[in-house]
């Protein structure tokens, strides 16, 4: 359980990096992950009352605030109608309905957990994520860059655009995190994104080229489905083995693009 | 540190250290209903309404809920209607889980939810290990007035 | 029958479902000190050195005791009938820690945070030895878990605790060898079981006091109040008479309470203080360090004639207690007492084999104690038996298994721990309950598999099981009426009600005998110094045995009742009777209510308080019985499983009260589903525990269990409190093996090896 010495709700994302970056402090965005670490700080700094609790509608994109929980995805007139309820359907399933109410975009986010489904899904559609301090990322380079100090997610912008878009998960109880997820978008190019591998989610770049310019067919998705299980890296954890994630995986880029045909 | 909540529907003043859980404070003031079943998020006994949401009290700071409102299921007057119909359904073991369950579904009620398998989604999260589920489905249908 | 088989309220049920201070953290004083425990964090050590001193120093702390402080008496925590069929081989602390999360050393003090602190400063230096954590392995070990001299069985049990073995056992009916050479088709399959975790939702607490007369006051979440009062003399030496042990409301047992955990703790933190203590478990140490299902291998060899005989049965097994040997050599046992007995047709059957320790989580009761491991190995292997023969395995189990009227050798060759009783099967409706469940999932149109579309197919699958009601000889429930001024009775059990609604059972036989409403009967459970004896909630004894004695005490007051009223009415005896009511004239107009007899008997006349005892000990212990039958859906992409029905027909006797049967039936079948798919443990190289919270431990939800129906058949146990069986265990039996034999049925694939995952499957179809 996680130790401190300091609850301070800043009122601005100012305010709140200054004490991130001059104190032991840690950011609080739900909490729920955060509390189960053992560590002890000096100071937690909970972002409630720090404006980021937003969703704007701004022309054909839709900002959504560090602070909106994942709640949100499915209650939310905007969000949930995003992309025909794409991350409604993929919120729906993440934990609980209780949990969904506390956990939060940044929280999710920022760490880059590999068991996340809602970062897997992030990827294959044109968002972006906005660092109060290092700038503005896609949310691929955001998962390739290592930070070099400490920074506040402020909030995300995802696009709208005409996409197809699938996700699929293995879990084996329904109520646990995915062994593997899978999401595909296709515009005019295909995006194709593995997580839970069990590391955090990646794009299949080789296979995405190898689809550019086709169109899609059975036999050529089971060729992409193959190369994907091929050319992202998985490894064992407590949930699956390496080969079981594979295969699966296999399976699941199958019926996503399937879906998307 | 201080903090003011509202606790069902009652103004407090309540003694908390910084890093104290919303759970263990309850408990300290006399909430008995709210328990910790596995402290990890997963289990939802906890569950409370924080602003009139679900929320899982052990994965909450106290200090968070300053100037909030709280109602576990003391404060809660369908909570009665929804205790007798799963006591009538025989739906009811060792009752640790049930506040947390019946505060969960009473806030679907309000939203009106009415098919039984996006209940049973919204209720995913209060585990229960006596009752098998089956009899909580049976008084939960009746309370929620589920279409068949 | 009036009250009993009316489906009534449990008589706590609104209190506990709106949240009533009924646990035991919510009773326990609010002075208590914080206990907590200082765990190993090696999987087998000897402590060298410890050194409590700066911890003490810390503000707020009272005391911390290791194993130079308490006695070193050797006990068996499982609580079972004494002398236990357990070895005693546990000890409040000790200088050996022998599983990752064995007691080291207990801290007292006056919040949770001097505590924690505390904890982290106590400095332990250990002698840390290889450990024994293949239980293939354990026999003969070069690591001896209890080489302690003090550890001792309390009678043969086949205990060896220089090989590692807890206990053993080997019976033999006619010649398996001889027999099987006549056989025409053998089968020889291995089966594992993993090491299930109850998960109730009530963490292991107690609290201590002592009360005005000095003597020592326990409240704590146990099934077995009576059996934690003598471990506990026992252990520290102390007088019984001192005890004093209180049951309040249990949020949940299912076996993993059936024992000590925490009270020996806190009762030494009061002994050494005098102040009142408590101790709440956290839920990884109720994964780490309390109990779990005993892990168990079976190797069968099951032999048939051409025409679908079964011949021979022979079960060979190998059972994994972790640390300690509790409830060692009787779930083992039941394995075999609580299957074979099913397939009472065979020429020859035979049942060995050893219980032994490994540096693990100690393993102890659990619902289906042992029956559930035996009978995924038996009930597997009897459909590969089937299908060699190239008969319908439901077809197959018609024409084996056990019919009323008839016996087995079994029941008297194995008791638990010692022998059983001959008895001939009063009640078994396993063949309409065959029957139904075949109608109830469509069977002759479903088996063996539907292909749905190219990627999933559907199967079903079944499996028969049977249980028992109490131990017979040995487990022993008694009750007490006391009749009140206004005609209402006070029912004292010293059986536990864990949440089942026992209580509320208990009641209902009462008032049928006495034909007053449920309403009337006060009940109260449990607390060694107000309510009579029992040995406390397990074994499906509570509605058999302790509603016997309900029964018998009841029937005693009825006849008071009479004996007063006719005294009253100036009659004989045998001139009047009691209605529920009034005592009258059975041939006359005089009468008296109950009411006014009981007011003038306690205030004017012939003043008396009217009180009846009984005490009851089965002379048999009549199995349950049912049928189960899965529907799965097989993903052959991902190897996923979906359950879609899952069908159960018991045969429970008549049921006391039909809803709280049937969700016992329920709620056993779930976790007998969860056990099946989805509760996998795991431990790292070095021996912890991983699989210690429910991130990682799942335990079924609400979507993962499909449509259950469950229905009960007509059924009369003639020694039964008004026809009934017991009904807690049996429902958690068959899911593991109709379940595998469903996903054999679906797709070729036959897991061995519980849990039965996506993974395991996927892996085994890509090698077909
Ligand atoms: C028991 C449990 C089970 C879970 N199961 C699943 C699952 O099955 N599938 C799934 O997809 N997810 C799952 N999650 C993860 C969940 O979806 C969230 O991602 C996670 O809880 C973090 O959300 P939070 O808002 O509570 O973050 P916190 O716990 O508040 O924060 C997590 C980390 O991010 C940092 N942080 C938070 N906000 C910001 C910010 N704005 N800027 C910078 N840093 C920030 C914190 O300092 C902390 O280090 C699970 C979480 C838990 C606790
Ligand atoms: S105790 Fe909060 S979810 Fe389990
Ligand atoms: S009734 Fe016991 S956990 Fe739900």
């Not at chain 1, 794009?203 to 310019?213: D, P, R």
């Not at chain 2, 104290?20 to 998020?41: A, E, F, N, Q």
């Not at chain 3, 000590?260 to 990884?284: N, S, W």
């Not at chain 3, 008969?391 to 060759?413: H, L, Q, V, Y």
């Amino acid at each position: 359980m996680i130790k401190f010495k300091e609850y301070i709700k800043p009122k601005t994302i100012e305010d709140a990096y200054n004490l991130l970056t001059t104190k032991n402090a840690e950011i609080i965005g739900g909490g729920a992950f955060l509390r189960l670490s053992n560590r002890k700080i000096d100071v937690a700094i909970d972002l409630i009352d720090a404006n980021l609790n937003f969703i704007n509608e701004i022309n054909d994109s839709v900002e959504i605030g560090s602070m909106v929980t994942i709640s949100e995805f499915e209650e939310n007139p905007v969000l949930s109608k995003l992309y025909n309820g794409f991350l409604k359907n993929v919120s729906e399933t993440v934990l609980s309905f209780q949990m969904r109410n506390i956990i939060t975009v940044g929280g999710t986010l920022y760490p880059k957990y590999g068991f996340s489904d809602l970062i897997t899904a992030l990827l294959v559609l044109p968002t972006e994520v906005y660092l109060y301090k290092s700038g503005k990322f896609s949310v691929e380079d955001f998962l390739k860059t290592r930070l070099e100090h400490k920074d506040i997610l402020a909030k995300i912008v995802i696009k709208k655009e005409n996409l197809k878009t699938s996700f699929q998960y293995i879990r084996n109880s329904e109520y646990d995190f995915s062994i593997l997820n899978v999401a595909v978008s296709k515009g005019n190019e295909v995006k194709i994104a593995v997580g839970g591998r069990p590391a955090v989610a990646q794009l299949a770049y080789k296979t995405m080229q190898f689809l550019h310019g086709k169109d899609l067919n059975e036999e050529i998705i089971k060729e992409a489905a193959k190369m994907v299980s091929e050319e992202i890296p998985f490894a064992d954890d407590i949930k699956a083995s390496k080969e079981y994630r594979k295969k699966v995986c296999e399976a699941l880029v199958k019926r996503a693009l399937l879906e998307v045909m | 540190m201080k903090i003011n909540v509202t606790i069902n529907n009652e103004k407090k003043e309540l003694e908390i250290a910084p890093d104290d859980i919303l759970l263990d404070v309850l408990r300290r003031y006399g909430y008995h209903s709210v328990r910790r079943g596995c402290d990890t998020g997963m289990c939802g006994i906890c569950t409370v309404l924080l602003d009139g949401k679900p929320v899982p009290s052990c994965s909450i700071f106290a200090a968070r809920v300053d100037g909030h409102e709280i109602t576990t299921v003391e404060g809660l007057p369908e909570a009665k209607e929804l205790a007798k119909i799963l006591a009538e359904e025989g739906a009811d073991q060792c009752g640790f889980c049930s506040p947390g369950l019946i505060v969960n579904t009473v806030y679907l009620k309000k939203l009106k939810i009415k098919k039984i398998e996006e209940v049973k989604i919204k209720l995913i999260g209060n585990l229960c290990r006596c009752t098998g589920y089956v009899g909580q489905h049976r008084a939960i249908e009746k309370f929620l007035g589920v279409e068949k | 029958m009036k009250e009993v088989t009316r489906k009534i309220p449990k008589k706590d049920a609104l209190g506990l479902l709106l949240g009533k201070p009924v646990y035991t953290d919510d009773l326990a004083p609010k002075n208590s000190l914080i206990v907590k425990i200082l765990r190993s964090p090696h999987a087998f050590a000897k402590i060298k050195n410890i050194d409590t001193l700066e911890a003490t120093n810390i503000e707020g702390i009272e005391c911390i005791l290791t194993y130079k402080d308490v006695p070193r008496i050797p006990v068996t925590r499982a609580g079972q009938g004494y002398p236990e069929p357990s070895p005693h081989d546990w000890y409040i602390l000790d200088e050996y820690v022998r599983y990752v999360g064995d007691e080291v050393a207990i801290v007292a003090g006056k919040d949770e945070k001097c505590v924690d602190e505390a904890l982290k400063k106590i400095k332990v230096e250990y002698e840390v030895f290889e450990p024994v954590l293949d239980f293939e392995k354990a026999e003969g070990h070069s690591s001896v878990i209890h080489p302690e001299k003090e550890t001792h069985p309390m009678f043969e049990i086949g205990f060896d605790a220089q090989k590692n073995i807890a206990a053993s056992y080997e019976m033999e009916i006619g010649s398996v060898e001889e027999e099987l050479k006549k056989c025409d088709v053998v089968v020889s399959e291995r089966f594992y079981t993993q090491a299930q975790a109850h998960v109730a939702f009530e963490p292991h607490s107690a609290a201590s006091y002592i009360d005005m007369q000095g003597r020592l006051v326990i409240l704590t979440s146990t099934q077995v109040p009576f059996h934690v009062r003598r471990i506990i003399a026992e252990a520290f030496d102390i007088p019984i008479k001192n005890i004093r042990v209180i049951k309040p409301r249990i949020g949940g047992g299912f076996g993993g309470k059936q024992a000590v955990h925490g009270e020996p703790f806190v009762a030494a933190v009061t002994l050494k203080t005098g102040k009142p203590a408590k101790i709440v478990y956290t839920r990884q140490e109720v994964f780490e360090a309390t109990y779990s299902r005993h892990p168990m291998r079976y190797d069968i060899t099951l032999g048939a004639t051409k025409d679908g005989k079964l011949k021979v049965i022979d079960m060979q097994g190998l059972s994994d207690t972790g640390a300690y040997g509790e409830h060692a050599l009787t779930t083992f046992m039941v394995a075999g007492s609580k299957t074979l007995p099913m397939y009472n047709k065979v020429d020859a059957v035979r049942f060995k084999g050893k219980v032994v320790y490994t540096n693990k989580v100690p393993a102890g009761a659990y619902r289906g104690y042992g029956a559930i491991q035996g009978n995924f190995a038996l009930e597997s292997a009897i459909d590969l038996l089937a299908e060699k023969l190239g008969m319908d395995p439901a077809e197959f189990r018609r024409k084996n298994m056990i019919r009323e009227g008839e016996t087995s050798p079994i029941f008297k060759i194995m008791g638990e721990g010692r022998e059983g009783v001959d008895m001939v099967v009063r009640s078994c409706k396993l063949n309409e309950c065959l029957e139904e469940g075949m109608k109830l999932i469509n069977w002759k149109e479903k088996f063996p598999r539907k292909k749905i579309s190219e990627t999933k197919y559907r199967g079903v699958g079944l499996a028969i099981a049977m249980q028992g009601s109490g131990i017979a000889n040995i487990d022993m429930g008694a009750a007490v009426l006391k009749l009140n001024d206004d005609g209402s009775f006070n029912l004292l059990v010293g059986a536990t009600d864990l949440g089942t609604g026992s209580d509320t059972i208990l009641a209902q036989i009462a008032a049928e005998v006495l034909n007053v409403p449920t309403e009337d009967i006060i009940v109260y459970s449990s607390d060694t110094d107000l309510t009579p004896f029992d040995v406390g909630a397990y074994a499906s004894s509570t509605t058999y045995v302790s509603g016997n004695a309900v029964k018998r005490a009841a029937e005693k007051m009825k006849k008071l009742i009479i004996k007063e009223g006719a005294l009253k009415l100036g009659l004989d005896e045998s001139k009047v009777d009691f209605d529920g009511k009034y005592i009258y004239e059975i041939n006359g107009n005089k009468k008296v209510s109950l009411k006014e007899l009981a007011t003038v008997l306690l205030y004017t006349e012939n003043q008396k308080q009217l009180i009846s005892d009984a005490s009851y000990v089965g002379e048999e212990s009549p199995p349950p019985f049912m049928a189960g039958f899965a529907e799965v859906e097989v993903d052959i992409e991902t190897g996923k499983v979906k359950l879609i029905n899952y069908v159960a027909v018991v045969d429970c006797g008549v049921t006391i009260n039909p809803n709280l049967a049937r969700i016992q039936v329920e709620g056993g079948l779930v976790q007998g589903i969860g056990m099946t798919l989805f509760e996998d443990v795991k431990y790292s190289p070095n021996g912890k525990l991983l699989t210690n919270n429910l991130m990682h431990y799942k335990i079924p939800s609400r979507l993962d269990i499909g449509n259950i129906i469950v229905k009960f058949v007509e059924s009369y146990e003639p020694t039964g409190p008004f026809g009934a069986k017991s009904v807690a265990e049996i429902g958690i039996d068959t899911p593991p093996a109709a379940i595998a034999n469903a996903i054999y049925n679906a797709v070729g694939v036959r897991i061995k090896t519980l849990p039965i995952t996506p993974e395991k499957i996927l892996m085994n179809l890509n090698k077909k």
